[in-house]
């Protein structure tokens, strides 16, 4: 006895791949933002933390290098995926897209899981004048959404661009 219908194995298979490749893409990811993003310094004072003018430069970084990494692997992600498993293209772009929010979700938590604990943790215990490095943690939380929207664009794009049937039809004529 079959669970799946003929015309679903091949759809449940695309799906596992998408999901997998982008479960990975959200690890991978997370390791190179936590290897090159410079944390600024927090300092204490006066039982608060505070920021210097000169370390918040590096506090937008935490979410440039976030968006780099995101748009690049979601791009190249989408790209992939639609020219690789592209037997339904419309449930591929979809499956692109959820995959790729969950990359970039599991990109975000396992980032801030690897790099250092909670800045307002760290200087509790820590007297006034007593710097530590910021939690990497995305400031910008529509940052995030980066990885769907450049998977979603990619994968499009190559539909729309390269395998477009019309103009294959065009062509042979």
Known sequence: ????????????????????????????GALVWWQVTDLPLVTSA?????????????????????????????????IVLIAWRHRDPVLTVLLVGVAAAAAGWLMERLGGLLGPESEKS???????????????????????????????????????IVANPERERALKS
């Open 1 to 28: 006895m079959r669970l799946l219908p003929g015309g679903a194995a091949p759809a449940v298979k695309d799906a596992l791949v998408i999901v997998g490749w982008f479960l990975v893409s959200g690890v991978v």
């Open 122 to 160: 760290a200087l509790a215990t820590l007297g006034d004048g007593a710097s530590v490095p910021m939690q990497l943690s995305v400031h910008a939380p529509g940052v995030v959404w980066l990885w769907p929207l450049a998977a979603m664009v990619g994968a499009t794009a190559w539909l729309w």
């Open 46 to 78: 006066g039982g608060t933390a505070v920021v210097e003018p000169g370390e918040l430069v590096m506090q937008v970084g935490i979410d440039a290098w976030f968006a780099v990494i995101a748009s690049a692997g979601g791009l190249l992600g989408g």
